[in-house]
Every structure is written in structure tokens, then in C-alpha cells.
């Protein structure tokens, strides 16, 4: 049995996998990471049961990085995830993790982005590729995709596969590619359908089973906002006019140039904020820090990386303006607050596409994050008089006016149709001309707050409200090929890339299905469209007529029922 690793040294990783995990800020591996990269360095299969957020990215990916010829543009590993965020992701820490390799390629393959663009990709060669199952196994049938040279398979996240529909895909893909593979498999959960792949394709795989210890202080309250991204800016500004008791607040965004970005706009609206990144040397670091803790800025929009080692106990809200990419890296983040017996307050801003990351997030934490009603317009006029108010008063308390008295005296003298009042409004007209105390001054540009469209499908004939007209589409796939209605969304909002709400009714016959989706679709969601598959079947996703309309045309007899339209009329 092997030891248990306790720096990232110890497991054996080259020098420059090394020099990236220090400049990334890695401190020492996760158990996960201790458990994995040593088997998989050793070549062994290896079968891994662990929750999102534990680190495992890392613990398969570096021994891929390791074991890669540098010299041999030949896709050398594949790892399927079940979305396309989480391919992307995957391929952003690949990427990370060899900074130091040069020459390295690896490829993100998924639905909702152009054929084009990855063939080219494929076409100049990669040595990873990271895919949707869907996505993969058109690339293997168009053969743009050569996995003859294929070293090592990961599974990432199986029972999301599962869960998706795509466990039959996956095998598909697993029975065209070589035999002498390495081959890992990741999941949260083992039920029996995994367990089954397991025993079917990995050869005597090492077990490793992670308990999750990863859990959020309880005197920290979490919420959520799904944000329009055109808009994060006005909502943060929002946010940050009316919480409740904020004190002081680090913003975590995701690189170096938005901390510097950000700070400076919040800057512009009057805010005390600064920026925390990596370029910045040690003084300047303590420096902002120092700023922080005494009182001479209230916001710091930082990096992971820059914001490792903070204890500043006046920090009372974390906002995650651009979500983490893992649970662990999100736990870390709001245990900035909540500090010295405090109570905290988390606010992650989340995309449509980033909804399945908030869900992994509330399950390895096993704490709910609440939805959070943007405040209105009315609500940060309100509280802007209510801070007028209090300045007027702690003015009038703490200060020495009888110089400003005499001035509006004169002011009242001079003008005799005027009284103290109608001075005193203009006056405060002055003040607030840069920070307006009505509500119609304020900017409408917001977006209505996003929170009500949390629904998830779950039946085939709901009805919604839909910003544009539906077009009624014939799928070749039903209830005869064990489709059902959550399949079918799966695929349209992780290889098309459609938004939830944006689907309409969806009717499963026998042999076929109808499905109601935006009459705007872009030409490239329509082309992505055309190549999906939903448990090995192709759609052949056509637009459908009504026949009472098309016979009336034809000066037919209507009839209240649909037909394909025919391909080029």
C-alpha cells in the first residue's frame, strides 16, 4: 500500500507541473489528489468516488500532463464530462496546469459551438481532448477525431452522465477506442449502472473513496442572484447600496485584469475599493490589506490566488461576482467572513449556464444557498435618504455651523420670496446630484430579476411565458427508444446550449416527439441542432408547419395537426 503524500513533491510530478501548481498557489494536495496521482502515475485503472469540489480535476489531470509526449500532436487523452461548462472548465485547468509545458494543446469539444471552429482545432493537433459523449462520438464517426494513439480515458462525473441520459454514449465511445488504455472513472455516487461500466471496461481498478469534509461555517448566510452579465456591475452596485450591516466586503472575480477592472468602476461610483492580484508585490499586497483593515478602503475585488492568507475580521460579505470554478476554491472564498464570531454574508452571482455548478456547490456543501430578490429601484432610493438623513443629523450634531448659518441667512435675506425651507431643498438638490435620492433618477438599465425562473422541467406538457414566439420542431426519437422529456432537455441545454425557460411544451409519441423552441435560434445553435443525438439516436431536428395553415394556402381543408416542413421551401 502506498504512503499518504503530504506535499506536492512527494507525489512524484515533474518540475514544471510543480512550478505551475506554486504560481497557481497550491499549498499541498488535497486527499483526493494524494489518493489518485500516485495510481495513475503507476498506470493502474483507477476507480474514484468523490464530490464535486474535492479537488479531483487535478487529481487526474496532472498524471495526463505528466505522461504526455510533448512531441506527438496525437489527441493522447480523452476526458468526457457530462457538460459542456464542466468541459470547459476542465480544459481551463489543464491549461493552467501547463503553463510551463510548452507546446502543449488540448481541446474542448462540445455542443453549442461551432463545428468549424473544433475541426480546425482537431485538425492542428491536440494532446487532450475534453468532451461532451454526444459531441465525441460526432467526431468519431465524422473520423476527425483519431483515438488510435489514446493512452488514457477519465470519466468525469459518471452518475451526472447517468443522470443525463448519456451512459449509453459513453459506452459507445468506450467500445472505439483502444483496449490498452488507462482508463479513470469519477463519480459522487456508485449506483448500479456505474458500478456495471466499471466492471466492464476498467481492468482491476484501485479504489479510492473520498468522504467530503468540505462544509460552510453556519453563522455565514448564502445567497444567490442569476444574473444577466450585462448587468453585473448595476445589480453588485445595487446590492452593495442596501445590504443590511456591511461593513467591509472582498469581491473574488477570476482573473487578474477584472480585479484591477472592476476596482476601478467601483472607484468611479464612490466606492472605497482596490484591487488585490498576483502582479502585485509583497508591499503593496500588505499594503491593501492594511487599507482594509483600518478603514481607509471597504472593498477589495480579488483572485483566489491574491486573497489566500486574508483574515480581516470587519470583512462582512463576500460576493463571488464570477463563480469559482469548484466547491473547494467557493468554501475558501466566504470563509473570508464570518469572522470573530460575526455574522456573514456569501452572495455568488450565477449565470444561466452556471446554474448546474450552483446545484454541485449546494450538494457538497449540503447547505442551500438561497435565491435573492435584486432590491429595487425604490428600495436604494429609499435607503440613500436614509443615509441622507443620518449624515444631516451627525452633521448638525458634530460640527460647527454658524458660518454656513450666516450664508443661508443671507441667501433667505436676499431672496424675501424665499423661506428656510425651499433653501434647504435646494441645497439638498445640490448634494445629491451625483448620487440622485429619487427613484426615477436612478438607472433603469437592470434587467427584471432573474430568480423566478429557477423551474426545471418536469413534465412534457407545462406551458410558460416566453420572451419570443415558439417554433414547433419533429424530433425522430420517443417513448419507443426510451427517450424521455429529460433527456431531451439535457441535450438541448448542454450540447445546444438553449437556455431552460426558452423550451417550450414537449410531447412524446412512440416513434417521435415534438418539442417547441425559439423561432430566433441563431444559424449556429440551428447547425449544433442538426448533429445532436440523445441516447445514440440522432434527432434530425426539423421545424414543423401547421397543416391547417399550409392547406390554406393550398385551399385545403384544415386540420389541427402538424407536418415537417420540407427541406428547402
Known amino acids: 500500500m502506498m504512503s499518504t503524500p503530504t506535499s506536492f513533491a512527494d507525489l512524484g510530478l515533474s518540475p514544471e507541473l510543480l512550478a505551475a501548481l506554486s504560481d497557481l498557489g497550491y499549498e499541498a494536495p488535497s486527499p483526493i489528489q494524494s489518493a489518485c496521482v500516485p495510481y495513475l502515475l503507476a498506470g493502474h485503472d483507477l476507480l474514484g468516488m ?13 498524471p495526463i500532463l505528466q505522461r504526455i509526449d510533448l512531441r506527438k500532436r496525437l489527441p493522447q487523452a480523452l476526458i468526457l464530462a457530462p457538460t459542456r461548462e464542466l468541459a470547459i472548465q476542465v480544459a481551463e485547468a489543464c491549461q493552467s496546469y501547463a503553463r510551463h509545458l510548452p507546446g502543449f494543446h488540448v481541446a474542448p469539444i462540445y455542443g453549442g459551438q461551432g463545428m468549424g471552429l473544433q475541426l480546425k482545432q482537431l485538425g492542428r493537433g491536440v494532446h487532450v481532448v475534453i468532451g461532451t459523449p454526444g459531441r465525441v462520438m460526432d467526431h468519431i464517426e465524422r473520423k476527425s477525431l483519431d483515438l488510435s494513439h489514446l493512452t488514457t480515458l477519465v470519466l468525469d462525473e459518471a452518475d451526472e452522465m447517468l443522470r443525463m441520459g448519456f451512459i449509453d454514449d459513453v459506452e459507445w465511445i468506450l467500445q472505439h477506442v483502444p483496449t490498452t488504455r488507462q482508463t479513470a472513472l469519477f463519480s459522487a455516487t456508485m449506483p ?7 466492471q466492464r471496461y476498467l481492468r482491476d481498478p484501485q479504489e479510492v473513496k473520498i468522504k467530503s469534509t468540505t462544509a460552510t461555517v453556519t453563522a455565514i448566510r448564502q445567497r444567490y442572484w442569476q444574473v444577466s452579465g450585462l448587468h453585473k456591475l448595476d445589480a453588485l452596485t445595487r446590492i452593495l447600496e442596501v445590504e443590511d450591516n456591511l461593513d467591509a466586503a472582498i469581491i473574488f472575480v477570476r482573473t487578474k485584469t477584472a480585479t484591477v477592472e472592476l476596482a476601478e468602476k467601483l472607484e468611479a461610483r464612490g466606492y472605497g475599493a482596490a484591487a488585490l492580484n498576483g502582479d502585485m508585490n509583497q508591499v503593496l499586497r500588505e499594503r491593501t490589506i492594511d487599507q482594509l483593515k483600518t478603514g481607509g478602503i471597504d472593498i477589495v475585488v480579488a483572485t483566489d490566488v491574491a486573497a489566500r492568507g486574508i483574515d480581516v475580521p470587519r470583512i462582512s460579505h463576500v460576493i463571488n461576482y464570477d463563480i469559482p470554478n469548484d466547491t473547494e476554491a467557493y468554501v475558501h472564498r466566504i470563509g473570508r467572513t464570518g469572522r470573530a464570531g460575526r455574522q456573514g454574508n456569501a452572495i455568488l452571482f450565477v449565470a444561466p449556464r452556471e446554474i448546474s455548478t450552483l446545484r454541485a456547490i449546494e450538494r457538497s456543501t449540503r447547505q442551500p444557498i438561497e435565491p435573492l430578490t435584486l432590491p429595487s429601484k425604490q428600495a436604494v432610493a ?17 460640527e460647527e455651523l454658524d458660518y454656513f448659518a450666516e450664508v443661508v441667512n443671507e441667501i433667505e435675506e436676499e431672496s424675501t420670496e424665499t423661506d428656510i425651507h425651499e433653501i434647504a431643498a435646494a441645497l439638498a438638490f445640490l448634494v445629491q446630484q451625483e448620487r440622485p435620492l429619487r427613484a426615477e433618477g436612478l438607472s433603469d438599465a437592470l434587467p427584471r430579476d432573474a430568480n423566478a ?9 407545462r406551458n410558460r411565458r416566453h420572451d419570443s414566439p415558439l417554433q414547433a420542431y419533429r424530433i425522430d426519437a420517443g417513448r419507443a427508444h ?11 441545454t448542454n450540447e445546444a446550449g438553449i437556455g431552460g425557460r426558452a ?19 441563431s444559424k449556429e445553435t440551428l447547425n449544433t441542432l442538426a448533429f445532436l443525438r440523445v441516447r445514440q439516436r440522432p ?10 395553415r399550409q392547406e390554406k394556402r393550398d385551399g385545403g381543408k384544415a386540420k389541427k395537426s402538424f407536418a415537417r416542413k420540407k427541406s428547402g421551401k
Do not use: C, W
Open 50 to 62: 468523490a464530490q464535486t469540489g474535492t479537488g479531483k480535476t487535478a487529481a487526474f489531470a496532472l
Open 382 to 398: 429609499d435607503r440613500r435618504v436614509a443615509q441622507f438623513k443620518e449624515q444631516i443629523m451627525q452633521v448638525i450634531e458634530s
Open 503 to 521: 423550451i417550450g411544451r414537449i410531447s412524446l409519441f412512440d416513434d417521435y416527439s415534438i418539442i417547441e423552441l425559439p423561432n430566433d435560434l
Open 539 to 548: 434527432l434530425k431536428l426539423a421545424p414543423m408547419v401547421r397543416r391547417d
Open 192 to 198: 448500479e449502472p456505474i458500478r456495471r461500466v466499471a
Open 453 to 461: 425562473s429557477r423551474g426545471r422541467h418536469q413534465d412534457d406538457t
Open 482 to 492: 426510451g427517450i424521455t422529456p429529460g433527456d431531451i432537455v439535457g441535450a438541448l
